[in-house]
């Protein structure tokens, strides 16, 4: 977006400076600013956009695309709404929303293919755990879902073993990038302002109004970006992924629940192999642990992916196993969180982490699920995905100022 190039406080005289004001005027001041571009700032801006016709939105992304971290790089499920706590936000949120976002992508013509869920025990052990997710599940009041056994499980997935599965027909896959920019032109549609390459830095409120203010204090949050521009508002609504966290001490709040980045790195089956995979098969999540563990996800493009596992990473947004972040680093490691999760999870996390160095130990976890996958049937993939843990696990958004 050239916009935000047009917010420089430049020297510029007469007839220009005059344009510049202008500009300035229309470009920089807005009723309310969403800090971040991913699936939740996107669709927030467009939400409100609806609601508000007649105010001003911006949302303000670092990053020169939509959707560049998060997601744009997760496994792309629609989930069904399974696993959360009956009666919660979460349980009530992912139903009701896997609902909406088949409509939405009917609306828009946005491909997805409704292709199930098989959440599978494949141990004695594993089987209460699985009937206890089933119950949590029709408590959510998901749809249709049932417990089957280990013909129905071949009947579905005729690659895949286990002694009995929770089948949930509804989950479905679906490109989310694709969704997060359709939110985008719906945004600008509605008159809304997207300036890309704008990392905020600084927010801070206006004691006084300057001298080329023609509005007086209408405006008084002063949003400010790495290169030194501004834009004003009246409202913040941050939802900034795995930097929500520091952009709510940025915003004046606490920094509380802090973002502990992990990294997950996805296998992904040959193309020749991936008939083996029909729809999206799980394993029994273990409730000790904040991941739903290693899965084979068919994908839109055809493509299986197999993961994510995780382990501890030294860069939020890191995408290479050697990225590195001094202050990430540092603000994770002196974090007393981590170290609970860390001597918590000590067993879990030196194993993820041995997984994450042996491939042929990562096939060893898919084959527990399906047999006939060889060390020669996968690759790795080209990119990672950092992924986060602490004890909220939901996404951050933060009403920073509200003023009347
Ligand atoms: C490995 C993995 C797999 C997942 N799989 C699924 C799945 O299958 N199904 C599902 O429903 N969910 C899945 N999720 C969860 C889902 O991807 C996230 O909940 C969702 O993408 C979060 O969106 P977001 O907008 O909060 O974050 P993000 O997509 O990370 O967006 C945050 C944005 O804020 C921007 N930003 C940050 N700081 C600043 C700043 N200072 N100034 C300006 N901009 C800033 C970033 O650049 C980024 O674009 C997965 C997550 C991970 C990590």
């Given at each position: 977006m050239a916009a935000a190039g047009l917010l420089l406080r430049q020297r510029a005289g007469g007839g220009a400076a005059a344009l510049w004001r202008a500009q300035r005027r229309q470009r920089s001041t807005f009723d309310v600013a969403v800090v971040g571009a991913g699936i939740v700032g996107l669709a927030s801006a467009r939400e409100l956009v609806r609601r508000h016709p007649s105010l001003a939105f911006a949302v303000l992304e670092?990053?020169?695309?939509?959707?560049?971290?998060q997601s744009g790089h997760n496994s792309g499920v629609i989930h069904?709404?399974?696993?959360?706590?009956?009666?919660?936000l979460k349980a009530k949120l992912c139903v009701q929303g896997a609902a909406l976002c088949y409509e939405y992508c009917d609306q828009k013509g946005i491909p997805y293919k409704r292709c199930g869920k098989l959440i599978v025990a494949?141990?004695?052990?594993e089987i209460p755990r699985l009937k206890a997710l089933y119950e949590r599940g029709l408590q959510n009041n998901v749809q249709d879902l049932k417990l089957i056994g280990a013909k129905e499980i071949k009947a579905k997935e005729p690659f895949c073993r286990g002694l009995m599965a929770l089948d949930s027909p509804h989950t479905g896959i679906v490109n989310y990038k694709q969704v997060a920019q359709s939110y985008a032109e719906d945004f600008r549609e509605a008159g809304g302002t997207i300036l890309t390459d704008f990392e905020v830095t600084n927010m801070e409120m206006a004691k006084e109004s300057s001298s080329?203010?023609?509005?007086?204090?209408?405006?008084?949050v002063i949003v400010r970006n790495s290169k030194g521009e501004e834009i004003y508002c009246q409202h913040i609504v941050t939802?900034?992924?795995?930097?929500s966290d520091r952009l709510s001490e940025i915003s004046?709040?606490?920094?509380?629940?802090r973002i502990v980045p992990f990294r997950g790195d996805y296998l992904v089956l040959k193309p020749e192999k991936c008939?083996?995979?029909?729809g999206n098969i799980y394993p029994?999540?273990?409730?000790?642990?904040p991941f739903l563990g290693f899965h084979f996800t068919p994908r839109m493009d055809g493509s299986v992916w197999l993961g994510p596992n995780a382990v501890l990473a030294f860069?939020?947004?890191?995408?290479?196993?050697?990225d590195f972040s001094t202050g990430d680093f540092l603000d994770a490691v002196t974090y007393s969180g981590l170290w609970k999760l860390v001597l918590r999870n000590l067993s879990y996390g030196l194993s993820e982490m041995y997984r994450a160095c042996f491939l042929s130990a990562q096939v060893k976890q898919l084959q527990k699920f399906?047999?006939?996958?060889?060390?020669?049937?996968v690759l790795r993939l080209k990119f990672t995905v950092v992924t986060y843990s602490q004890k909220r696990r939901s996404p951050v958004i933060l009403v920073t100022r509200t003023v009347a």
């Open positions: 670092k990053e020169k695309e939509l959707a560049h971290h069904s709404g399974i696993y959360y706590k009956p009666g919660s494949v141990e004695q052990d080329e203010s023609e509005d007086g204090l209408k405006y008084p939802c900034a992924g795995l930097y004046g709040c606490s920094p509380e629940p008939y083996m995979v029909k029994v999540p273990n409730p000790r642990f860069k939020r947004e890191g995408y290479r196993l050697f399906i047999p006939e996958v060889t060390i020669n049937d």
